[in-house]
């Protein structure tokens, strides 16, 4: 058992030479408020309002100028109207408009060609493929070691 442990190990050694890729594709959001503020002016209808008063008083003056305002004596009684007149009044309104943007960066890695100097040399060819070969063997190697394991027990 021994033996073959260390034969693993040195095929695993043997085997695990190779060199990670860093990944390169990144992506960032970025979102932006932006809000603005509009002063408008809107116009507000006064409705039309109409009182009626009768006293024993003899004189009443009531201005305005949203009113008019009339008065007259008969029969010893005051009689007094005041009627509202039709008008727009101005009213400020402050409209907040919220715009949202979003903004996405994204890294892409873009393929870019190399010429190729020279070929591989014969030792560099042998290399990769003693690579894949060991690969194979490792495999062979561990179903002969698991099955080996799993008739004896």
């Not at 992506?27 to 006064?46: L, N, S």
Request: glycine share 2%; with cysteine.
């Amino acid at each position: 058992m021994r033996k073959i442990i260390t034969y693993l190990i040195l095929l695993i050694a043997a085997v695990s030479c190779g060199a990670a890729k860093p990944t390169t594709e990144k992506e960032r959001i970025e979102v932006r408020y932006v809000t603005e503020t509009v002063h408008d002016t809107a116009f507000v209808d006064m409705p039309v309002i109409v009182e009626r008063n009768e006293t024993l008083d003899t004189s009443s003056v009531l201005e305005c100028k949203y009113a008019r305002s009339e008065a007259s004596v008969s029969r010893g009684l005051l009689r007094h109207s005041l009627q509202t007149l039709p008008a727009k009044l101005p009213v400020v309104v402050d409209t907040k408009i919220v715009y949202r943007d979003s903004l996405v960066y994204q890294d892409k890695l873009v393929p870019v060609e190399k010429e190729i100097i020279r070929p591989l040399t014969f030792w560099q060819k042998f290399r990769m493929r003693m690579g894949e070969v060991m690969i194979v063997v490792m495999i062979v190697i561990g179903l002969y070691v698991s099955l080996k394991l799993y008739l004896n027990h």
